[in-house]
């Protein structure tokens, strides 16, 4: 009753485990498409669990049948002896000479004969039917019913084993016997071989046919198992040999083909298998395709990803508990596609892309597409590196090589690529959103580094940081070309006097300085991309004072742009007479009363005109600079006139009216310039006009002599000749005066004021 209550309990057991497993399956209703697959899969795990419990019945079926058989003809071989000692009397003889050990020589020689003429007796259906046996283990084998073969084998050789090892009992061993009866069962040996090579196929082909027939595997496996039993027993046969008799016989007396050691085989092929399926993944260096490599390395991973599937969900169904298959899959998986890796290492990778896929691959093959899958549950921490440290920093130090050149390769490229539109024609500079000019190639180096960076960053933070720092040190450099390419450009463009070509070189240098513009949001980009992760605070300002000379460079690169422009914008000005006429007689004559000059008006019209029409591109903070630069040139333009002295002075009416002029056209000047640009002191740059025009028109020599020391403290750099140019501009003031009225001359100090920059005109 309490059995049948048992069965009761362990039915509704099974029941209530199969609903929750129904559950955690069907949880969402699309998962109901899906009954078939997983009724087939269920089906297939049912199928493998059968045969696993059939082997180990069979197993056991067949050692209690040997059992009880050998324990039914020992009892059976006890009770003749007892009967046939107590026919012939000798119960009572042994009983009263039981030490008399030497009587009995003779006796124990004759039961050895016995004892082998009875094992040949035994043997005598197997001893005369060799052949016939021999010929039915073939042709099983040949029927795949290998299990059947495998029975037949056994049962010859162990009838050869059994009178090999008689004559292994004898005082002297015969070696002529041995090798008798070695060569008399020499067949069984050839058919051991067929056997072992069909089982090592099933064994090579284990992934595929564990997948379609498992049966075939567990019968394979069945066969290598047996084969371990017998290799112990004779184990352990030649040792009890051995104790029994004191000695140990030579290699002339091993038992033919054994220890076979199939198991050992077993793992050599599942080896193999899995080389051989690595090496099948497609893979076709000659493809005219480029991607050849990535494809190659995502077949390989899916493959590896299935072959270890098929290790946690078949193998460990299949194979005896004692081979820790799964554990042994992984280990034998993991050290072929290190091999297989190597391989592709020193091989596959000249090209810098394929360094980059094959450096990404073996950052992600513990992911959760390949060793680290969700289903398998392996602690990828304990995995060995798939390749070498020092293969890997070899790898990693010829991509950042390459990545150096590729960089620099295509930088060059991209500012080829620019020259050739500057020098077309029909080709100007591309407008962004904002209307602001810029050129193709600030774009696509943006890109093309951005891309480099990030593709690095795939493999690793160190990496990223390697090909940032490798791209601030491209760029470094590439500020030097682009440099010397404008300025090539600009002797073209100046030294053809063609006012067509040197209004396209303004335009090209407006875009030149949004360019930098540009390259700056890069390096900002770049620093972000460097700082992003956790690293040590010095480091990481160690590195920061690269971007910002870098951010530097590129402003100086933007100012220098900015002059060449404005170059092109005082050459128009030049040539249309505007700057030689200002302080000039005509400047003074055709100048009507209480109105700034001709000259003035033109030159503020021009940059007027100019800024409507080509400054509105550029970026704002470059703007404003053209914006000062202009106005600061404009003013030391009338400095250098006056300093001159192209006009002079024969009464003090022509210096007042000069004097007024100058104040209108200072005014007119400051109008151009926002307050919020002029320099720190507060005044616009023009200011020193109308300072200098009160030095001209003072007519009391004590108020000019206070006036000039004034002068000499707001503008401290002014050269002592100049000013005493501007002095002698006078007509009451010769050399001599002037030299009187600058004895007093005050310390220079650090201030740098617009005369500074008279020397550059």
Same mark, same amino acid.
């Given at each position: 009753?309490?059995?049948?209550?048992?069965?009761?309990?362990?039915?509704?057991?099974?029941?209530?485990?199969?609903?929750?497993?129904?559950?955690?399956?069907?949880?969402?209703?699309?998962?109901?498409?899906?009954?078939?697959?997983?009724?087939?899969?269920?089906?297939?795990?049912?199928?493998?669990?059968?045969?696993?419990?059939?082997? !180990?019945?069979? =197993?056991?079926?067949?050692?209690?049948?040997?059992?009880?058989?050998?324990?039914?003809?020992?009892?059976?071989?006890?009770?003749?002896?007892?009967?046939?000692?107590?026919?012939?009397?000798?119960?009572?003889?042994?009983?009263?000479?039981?030490?008399?050990?030497?009587?009995?020589?003779?006796?124990?020689?004759?039961?050895?004969?016995?004892?082998?003429?009875?094992?040949?007796?035994?043997?005598?259906?197997?001893?005369?039917?060799?052949?016939?046996?021999?010929?039915?283990?073939?042709?099983?084998?040949?029927?795949?019913?290998?299990?059947?073969?495998?029975?037949?084998?056994?049962?010859?050789?162990? !009838?050869?084993?059994?009178?090999?090892?008689?004559?292994?009992?004898?005082?002297?061993?015969?070696?002529?016997?041995?090798?008798?009866?070695?060569?008399?069962?020499?067949?069984?040996?050839?058919?051991?071989?067929?056997? @072992?090579?069909?089982?090592?196929?099933?064994?090579?082909?284990?992934?595929?046919?564990?997948?379609?027939?498992?049966?075939?595997?567990?019968?394979?496996?069945?066969?290598?198992? @047996?084969?371990?039993?017998?290799?112990?027993?004779?184990?352990?046969? #030649?040792?009890?040999?051995?104790?029994?008799?004191?000695?140990?016989?030579?290699?002339?007396?091993?038992?033919?083909?054994?220890? @076979?050691?199939?198991?050992?085989?077993?793992?050599?092929?599942?080896?193999?298998?899995?080389?051989?399926?690595?090496?099948?993944?497609?893979?076709?260096?000659?493809?005219?395709?480029?991607?050849?490599?990535?494809?190659?390395?995502?077949?390989?991973?899916?493959?590896?990803?299935?072959?270890?599937?098929?290790?946690?969900?078949?193998?460990?169904?299949?194979?005896?508990?004692?081979?820790?298959?799964?554990?042994?899959?992984?280990?034998?998986?993991?050290?072929?596609?290190?091999?297989?890796?190597?391989?592709?290492?020193?091989?596959?990778?000249?090209?810098?892309?394929?360094?980059?896929?094959?450096?990404?691959?073996? %950052?992600?093959?513990?992911?959760?597409?390949?060793?680290?899958?969700?289903?398998?549950?392996?602690?990828?921490?304990?995995?060995?590196?798939?390749?070498?440290?020092?293969?890997?920093?070899?790898?990693?130090? @010829?991509?950042?090589?390459?990545?150096?050149?590729?960089?620099?390769?295509?930088?060059?490229?991209?500012?080829?690529?620019?020259?050739?539109?500057?020098?077309?024609?029909?080709?100007?500079?591309?407008?962004?959103?904002?209307?602001?000019?810029?050129?193709?190639?600030?774009?696509?180096?943006?890109?093309?580094?951005?891309?480099?960076?990030?593709?690095?960053?795939?493999?690793?933070?160190?990496?990223?940081?390697?090909?940032?720092?490798?791209?601030?040190?491209?760029?470094?450099?590439?500020?030097?070309?682009?440099?010397?390419?404008?300025?090539?450009?600009?002797?073209?463009?100046? =030294?053809?006097?063609? *006012?067509?070509?040197? *209004?396209?070189?303004?335009?090209?240098?407006?875009?030149?300085?949004?360019?930098?513009? /540009?390259?700056?949001?890069?390096?900002?980009?770049?620093?972000?991309?460097?700082?992003?992760?956790?690293?040590?605070?010095?480091?990481?300002?160690?590195?920061? =004072?690269?971007?910002?000379?870098?951010?530097?460079?590129?402003?100086?690169?933007?100012?220098?742009?900015?002059?060449?422009?404005?170059?092109?914008?005082?050459?128009?000005?030049?040539?249309?007479?505007?700057?030689?006429?200002?302080?000039?007689?005509?400047?003074?004559?055709?100048?009507?009363?209480?109105?700034?000059?001709? =000259?003035?008006?033109?030159?503020?019209?021009?940059?007027?005109?100019?800024?409507?029409?080509?400054?509105?591109?550029?970026? #704002?903070?470059?703007?404003?600079?053209?914006?000062?630069?202009?106005?600061?040139?404009?003013?030391?333009?009338?400095?250098?006139?006056?300093?001159?002295?192209?006009?002079?002075?024969?009464?003090?009416?022509?210096?007042?009216?000069?004097?007024?002029?100058?104040? /209108?056209?200072? !005014?007119?000047?400051?109008?151009?310039?926002?307050?919020?640009?002029?320099?720190?002191?507060?005044?616009?740059?023009?200011?020193?006009?109308?300072?200098?025009?009160?030095?001209?028109?003072?007519?009391?020599? *004590?108020?000019?002599?206070?006036?000039?020391?004034?002068?000499?403290?707001?503008?401290?750099?002014?050269?002592?000749?100049?000013?005493?140019?501007?002095?002698?501009?006078?007509?009451?003031?010769?050399?001599?005066?002037?030299?009187?009225?600058?004895?007093?001359?005050?310390?220079?100090?650090? %201030? %740098?004021?617009?005369? #500074?920059?008279?020397?550059?005109?």
């Amino acid at each position: 009753m309490e059995a049948d209550k048992t069965m009761e309990d362990r039915q509704t057991e099974a029941i209530e485990a199969a609903m929750r497993y129904m559950e955690n399956v069907l949880n969402t209703t699309d998962k109901l498409q899906k009954i078939a697959q997983i009724r087939k899969e269920v089906e297939k795990k049912k199928a493998t669990v059968d045969a696993r419990l059939t082997m !180990a019945m069979q =197993s056991q079926l067949d050692g209690v049948r040997n059992g009880l058989s050998k324990l039914n003809s020992a009892t059976n071989e006890i009770k003749n002896i007892k009967k046939s000692i107590q026919e012939i009397g000798l119960d009572d003889v042994f009983r009263q000479n039981v030490h008399a050990n030497s009587e009995f020589k003779e006796l124990r020689k004759v039961a050895a004969d016995h004892k082998r003429y009875v094992a040949a007796v035994g043997n005598l259906e197997h001893i005369f039917n060799v052949k016939g046996t021999v010929e039915s283990c073939s042709k099983l084998i040949d029927e795949d019913k290998l299990l059947e073969a495998h029975a037949c084998l056994s049962e010859i050789e162990s !009838a050869r084993d059994s009178i090999l090892y008689e004559i292994r009992k004898q005082e002297t061993p015969s070696v002529t016997d041995f090798d008798l009866i070695k060569a008399y069962f020499d067949a069984t040996g050839e058919v051991a071989m067929s056997l @072992r090579k069909q089982v090592m196929v099933v064994i090579l082909r284990a992934y595929n046919i564990v997948q379609r027939n498992p049966a075939m595997l567990v019968t394979a496996l069945r066969i290598v198992e @047996r084969e371990e039993s017998q290799d112990a027993f004779h184990r352990q046969m #030649s040792e009890d040999n051995s104790v029994l008799s004191g000695k140990s016989l030579g290699p002339e007396f091993a038992i033919p083909g054994r220890p @076979r050691k199939w198991r050992i085989l077993c793992y050599e092929q599942m080896e193999r298998a899995v080389q051989s399926r690595i090496s099948s993944v497609p893979k076709n260096p000659e493809s005219a395709a480029s991607d050849w490599l990535q494809r190659h390395m995502w077949a390989l991973r899916d493959a590896v990803a299935k072959d270890l599937l098929i290790a946690e969900q078949l193998f460990t169904q299949t194979f005896p508990p004692s081979y820790n298959i799964f554990e042994r899959s992984i280990k034998i998986i993991h050290a072929c596609l290190s091999i297989h890796l190597q391989g592709v290492a020193d091989n596959d990778l000249d090209l810098q892309i394929n360094k980059l896929i094959f450096l990404n691959w073996v %950052k992600m093959y513990t992911g959760d597409t390949c060793f680290g899958h969700e289903d398998l549950n392996i602690d990828v921490q304990r995995l060995a590196p798939l390749i070498p440290d020092e293969k890997m920093a070899d790898i990693v130090e @010829r991509y950042i090589d390459e990545l150096a050149v590729e960089v620099r390769g295509n930088l060059l490229k991209n500012l080829k690529s620019d020259v050739v539109d500057w020098n077309n024609t029909d080709k100007t500079p591309a407008i962004d959103d904002r209307n602001y000019f810029y050129t193709v190639m600030a774009v696509s180096v943006h890109q093309m580094i951005t891309s480099e960076v990030q593709k690095a960053g795939k493999i690793n933070t160190s990496m990223k940081r390697r090909a940032v720092l490798i791209c601030v040190e491209e760029l470094r450099h590439y500020i030097k070309s682009y440099h010397n390419a404008v300025s090539e450009f600009k002797s073209k463009c100046f =030294s053809s006097h063609d *006012d067509s070509l040197m *209004d396209r070189f303004s335009l090209w240098c407006l875009a030149f300085v949004n360019n930098t513009y /540009k390259f700056n949001d890069l390096v900002k980009a770049l620093e972000s991309h460097y700082t992003e992760s956790e690293m040590l605070l010095e480091t990481r300002n160690d590195k920061s =004072s690269q971007f910002k000379e870098l951010t530097s460079s590129f402003n100086k690169l933007a100012l220098f742009f900015c002059r060449l422009h404005l170059d092109v914008v005082w050459w128009a000005v030049n040539k249309s007479g505007f700057f030689n006429d200002l302080l000039s007689k005509q400047w003074l004559t055709a100048t009507a009363p209480d109105t700034m000059s001709t =000259s003035c008006g033109s030159i503020a019209l021009t940059i007027q005109e100019t800024d409507d029409e080509e400054w509105k591109r550029v970026h #704002s903070e470059y703007r404003n600079f053209l914006f000062q630069e202009s106005v600061d040139y404009v003013v030391l333009q009338y400095c250098r006139a006056l300093i001159a002295k192209k006009l002079t002075f024969r009464n003090k009416e022509d210096r007042k009216l000069a004097a007024d002029i100058l104040v /209108k056209d200072a !005014a007119h000047i400051a109008k151009l310039l926002p307050p919020s640009l002029w320099p720190s002191g507060g005044s616009s740059p023009s200011a020193v006009l109308s300072s200098i025009a009160e030095l001209i028109k003072l007519a009391d020599p *004590d108020v000019l002599r206070l006036e000039v020391s004034t002068f000499l403290s707001a503008y401290p750099d002014i050269d002592k000749e100049h000013i005493s140019n501007i002095l002698q501009l006078r007509e009451d003031i010769n050399r001599s005066k002037a030299d009187s009225l600058l004895e007093n001359w005050p310390e220079r100090g650090d %201030k %740098k004021t617009l005369f #500074s920059k008279l020397k550059n005109i």
